[in-house]
């Protein structure tokens, strides 16, 4: 496919760890060209040595998360036209995450949140009994379907601004595992879970700017959810049920 008429495309990419810098590139303008398109493009055709992550192409995995122009995204739902209207670009790897390399970044501390945060079912059930069943327009199954479509992206973490200021914080991803969990009446662990995110790094950290729920790509309000756990964690303290 040849180039469009709006010619080459002046791209600007992170090379090496957290201590490298930028690169520039130009890449051929084509038509209805994602972000993802113009990565693999610069590391088939131009730089091999260019690390970077994805895998389904078509806003599945969440994989392809990377910042561009200033803004935490999924590269392959992100077309060119929408953010280089100037025709340039700027990519770089999601914030508040460590650079492996490029524009890869080291995940493991995300999903660590989600252990600290409780993040994994316990039911009380086994394959021996029947399934439970669940109303599935009770308000705890409606509040759990708001945030249960979460792939893990980062986007929501690398847009947080609490998570700028204090490393430890949880974070709206752990935290929207949390209450999908919380509301699932299946499981046996909420008392567990609500302690573990009324900490000191947990719901009560987060100051609403709502930036989480502005860019999540999969339209899940994490604000909306942390705010139901502070409401939980302040009945279940003044209950005595935190000590």
């Known amino acids: ?17 957290a201590q490298g810098a930028f690169q520039a590139y130009e890449v051929p303008r084509l038509p209805s060209q994602t972000v993802l398109d113009v990565v693999t493009h610069v590391q088939r055709a131009i730089d091999p040595s260019l690390s970077y992550r994805f895998s389904c192409r078509v806003g599945m995995c969440g994989s392809c998360a990377m910042t561009v122009n200033g803004v935490a995204r999924w590269t392959c739902r992100t077309h060119v036209s929408k953010v280089a209207a100037d025709g340039e670009l700027e990519l770089a790897p999601l914030s508040h995450l460590p650079v492996v390399k490029d524009l890869a970044t080291d995940m493991s501390g995300f999903f660590d ?35 249960i479509e979460c ?10 601004d609490t998570v700028a200021w204090r490393p430890d914080y949880l974070g709206p991803a752990a935290l929207n595992r949390a209450w999908t969990l919380i509301n699932d009446e299946r499981d046996r662990a909420g008392n567990e879970r609500l302690r ?7 719901c009560h950290a987060c100051h609403s700017h709502t930036t989480c729920s502005e860019r999540c790509p999969k339209g899940i309000e994490p604000t909306a959810g942390i705010s139901g756990l502070k409401r939980l964690a302040a009945r279940a303290a003044l209950r005595g049920e935190l000590d």
Request: proline share 4%.
């Open 1 to 17: 496919m040849s180039a469009g008429p709006a010619g080459l495309l002046r791209v600007r990419i992170w090379r090496g760890d």
């Open 113 to 147: 949140k989600w252990a600290q945060a409780r993040g994994q079912f316990k039911g009380e059930r086994d394959r021996h009994q029947d399934f439970s069943r669940v109303d599935p327009q009770s308000p705890q199954r409606r509040a759990a379907d708001a945030g």
């Open 151 to 160: 792939i893990g992206c980062g986007v929501c973490h690398a847009s947080c």
């Open 196 to 202: 573990a995110v009324a900490g000191d790094a947990g």
